[in-house]
């Protein structure tokens, strides 16, 4: 287990570990990590009317981002999302009955789970095609900007999003106008099941990023707060105007590309390569960090604010036939 090489403090940046930021990292990373779970649990039953991209084993990219933003900071996650989603403060409820395809959901029961919105947290739509919530997010950046904020917007990709053209022509739009974009590329070596070794000629993907005279930096053992205070720098240089960053961080998904279910009998992958990150997985090691007795209170009151959510998806209504006609648009 690695020991974190870098302080914590509610800045992000330098001082002791205060105990409100573990209880809060800890708080996150479990709450996302039961509710994928209680979601892969409910998933045979068919209630669950959408394809779930579960983020399981990754959980910390998303935490260690979102945990030094501001609430009025947006996120721009991806259809992999529900860290993302939840770690910005997304609505639980709102998730869960989305998923179960109810009216009472954060997108009226229409998108599923792979186009989770919830503007009042500032969580941007997130989409199920690769790459299209990149520039989304430098257009907020840019719109933070010009109406002279210093808001900022991250971007949530993965690795097979760094291959879509649209990638390139993000990064530099935002370097030339030294937009307040933090780019967050959550490598988890895969593309569904095409290995990066066969679809990169080099790895050296920050090198790439840097050409574009953005700072470019890259954890590769998913340690929450090492990303946390690199994400810190960030924003606060972004909040002075000092243009982007990119920070790669190399994690690795647990279950199947979609679905609940792991996929080690598929051929592409071996559970060898799963078995140093679940060795590394930081729900535990931040976890470990707490008292037994505070430890087992938050994971209860989590339980109970999940078991909400459920039952609030369940008893919620299916949405009314007109429902179809309305968030849509039509040209004659
Ligand atoms: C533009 C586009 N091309 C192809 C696909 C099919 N597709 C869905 S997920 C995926 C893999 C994306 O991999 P990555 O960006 O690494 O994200 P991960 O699923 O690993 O989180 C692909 C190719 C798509 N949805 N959109
Ligand atoms: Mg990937």
């Known amino acids: 287990m690695t020991e974190p090489k870098v302080s914590v403090s509610q800045s992000g940046g330098s001082g002791p570990p205060e105990q409100a930021d573990l209880e809060r ?25 959408s394809p779930v991209h579960l983020s399981i084993g990754q959980e910390a990219v998303a935490v260690g981002v979102c945990d030094v933003l501001r609430p009025d900071d947006v996120v721009a996650p991806t259809y992999r999302g529900h860290a993302a989603f939840l770690a910005k403060g997304g609505s639980l409820r709102g998730l869960m009955a989305e998923l179960y395809g109810k009216a009472t959901g954060v997108a009226g029961g229409k998108g599923g789970s792979m186009h989770l919105i919830d503007m009042r947290h500032n969580v941007l739509g997130a989409s199920a095609v690769v790459g299209t919530t990149i520039p989304i997010a430098v257009g907020y950046a840019l719109a933070c900007r010009r109406t002279k904020t210093d808001r900022v917007a991250v971007s949530f990709f993965g690795d097979g999003a760094t291959e879509e053209g649209v990638f390139a022509e993000s990064l530099n739009f935002a370097a030339l106008h030294k937009l307040p974009v933090l780019f967050v590329c959550e ?21 790439r990023v840097r050409t574009y005279g953005i700072p470019a930096h890259e954890v590769n053992d998913g340690n929450v707060f090492k990303l946390r205070a690199l994400a810190g720098e960030a924003i606060s240089r972004m909040r002075r105007g000092e243009g982007p960053t990119f920070i790669e ?3 690795y998904r647990w279950r199947e590309h979609v679905g609940p279910n792991e996929d080690f009998d598929q051929g592409y992958r071996s559970r060898d390569d799963l078995n140093p990150w679940m060795k590394n997985d930081q729900v535990e090691f931040v976890g470990k960090m707490l008292s037994d007795e505070r430890r087992a209170v938050l994971d209860s009151e989590i339980e109970l604010e999940i078991e909400d959510a459920i039952e609030f998806a369940e008893s919620s209504p299916f949405p009314v036939r007109e429902a179809l006609y309305t968030n849509v648009f039509a040209g004659e």
């Not at 988890?188 to 920050?206: D, E, F, G, M, V």
Request: proline share 4%; glycine share 0%.
């Open 249 to 251: 961080c190399q994690t």
């Open 25 to 49: 990292i800890y708080r996150s990373l479990r709450l996302i990590r039961r509710t994928e779970e209680e979601i892969a649990r409910i998933y045979p039953s068919d209630k669950i009317k």
């Open 187 to 207: 490598n988890n070596y895969y593309a569904i099941h095409t290995p990066i070794t066969r679809r990169w000629a080099t790895a050296r993907l920050c090198e």
